[in-house]
């Protein structure tokens, strides 16, 4: 999520548009887990639960927007085995080792047990698992470039993730919210396809590729505005849709069916917002204006590894989602903890060895 993380050294050709997503991606992430805070323990059919519905279902592309950007801008350049894991994989396992201990002895030290942190610890913390998604992907990086690079097998890898790794998935998801029993055989049956490679996020990956620096007209520009204000109102409603529904049948837990990332809606959203961002955000930029998308996109994995403990002591001061009209909280906490964690991104950059390992 690092710029650095992301592109090839000697990279000459930068992006801004994907410098503002990134921004745009970070922003999210902070939302997301703002509003999700509250969102089991409020009661379904009240305004605090509608709202929180509204700000977690409009920002659940923002995982898969990282991962777009990332394959948009790693899988265009060959990268020889030895520096993939001598710079790029070294880079995010010394960054979770570090954030993962520091998030495991905070919560030893606020009552977890020894063994509760040990195992968070090696687990991570609920953000952390990111990381270890990113470094699957980018072992499986010489296996996708010679795919891209054939536009026949990029069309095909494309389609059979779709279906294998969101369509099937959804589909047998929403059987067993309605249908257990069913669920359960076609799961059995799909599982003995063991099919991997083309399973999850290696989607969102090879799809950023494809869609990288695509020719616009008009028609794109409204096709892609359309799929993230369907992708984000599907989420929303169906949501609402499904909580509502399964009152009646005694529901114990929420569903969160249609937050999951590997979902038809989330993906319309995330593809339409990746290809909007390149529609809005064009070159040339002047000098000074990269310069500074630079810095702060440079800071976004930063703002993504850090701002779990800033939401927790605005927690801490009494400055919570419930504590006035959550319409509002939300988005003012949002923003409180976005830029305090910038601001300490941005701080932890200027020290070389935490800049080149840790953030």
């Known amino acids: 999520m690092k710029q650095e993380a992301l592109e090839p050294i000697g990279s000459k050709e930068r992006y801004p548009c994907f410098d503002v997503l990134k921004l745009i991606a970070s922003f999210a992430v902070v939302m997301l887990h703002v509003s999700a805070q509250h969102w089991f323990d409020v009661k379904l ?10 700000y977690d279902g409009s920002v659940r592309f923002a995982v898969p927007l990282f991962v777009m950007i990332s394959g948009a801008l790693f899988l265009s350049e060959d990268h020889p085995i030895k520096k993939l894991y001598g710079k790029y994989i070294l880079r995010i396992v010394t960054a979770f080792l570090f954030w993962s201990i520091l998030y495991a002895a905070i919560s030893y030290f606020q009552g977890t047990s020894l063994t509760g942190a040990i195992k968070e610890a090696i687990k991570g913390h609920y953000h952390l698992w990111y990381l270890y998604m990113i470094v699957g992907l980018y072992m499986i990086v010489p296996f996708l470039r010679p795919v891209v690079q054939n536009k026949t097998l990029l069309r095909y890898f494309l389609i059979l993730s779709f279906l294998v790794g969101i369509v099937v998935p959804q589909a047998v998801a929403i059987l067993a919210v309605f249908r257990p029993n069913s669920a359960t055989f076609a799961q059995s049956v799909w599982d003995q396809t063991y099919l991997y490679l083309p399973f999850g996020y290696s989607f969102y990956f090879v799809l950023g590729y494809r869609l990288k620096g695509i020719a616009f007209t008009k028609r ?3 096709v892609s505005a359309v799929l993230v204000i369907a992708g984000i109102a599907a989420t929303i409603l169906l949501t609402q849709w499904i909580n509502y529904h399964m009152l009646q049948f005694n529901l114990k837990h929420k569903i969160v069916l249609f937050y999951q990332n590997q979902t038809v809606n989330v993906a319309m959203t995330a593809g339409g917002a990746f290809l909007l961002g390149q529609q809005l ?3 040339p930029c002047s000098a000074r204006r990269q310069k500074w998308l630079t810095v702060l996109s440079g800071s976004t994995f930063g703002v993504y590894l850090v701002h779990p403990i800033l939401i927790k002591a605005i927690r801490m001061v009494g400055l919570d989602t419930v504590t006035f009209n959550p319409y509002l ?3 003012v906490i949002t923003i409180l903890v976005f830029l305090s964690s910038l601001l300490v991104s ?3 950059n ?3 060895f935490v800049k080149k390992y840790l953030v």
């Open 45 to 54: 059919k009240t305004p605090e639960w509608r709202a929180f519905n509204l």
């Open 329 to 331: 909280s939300v988005p």
């Open 281 to 283: 955000v064009r070159r």
């Open 220 to 222: 794109t520009t409204v």
């Open 346 to 348: 941005l701080i932890l």
């Open 350 to 352: 200027q020290i070389p």
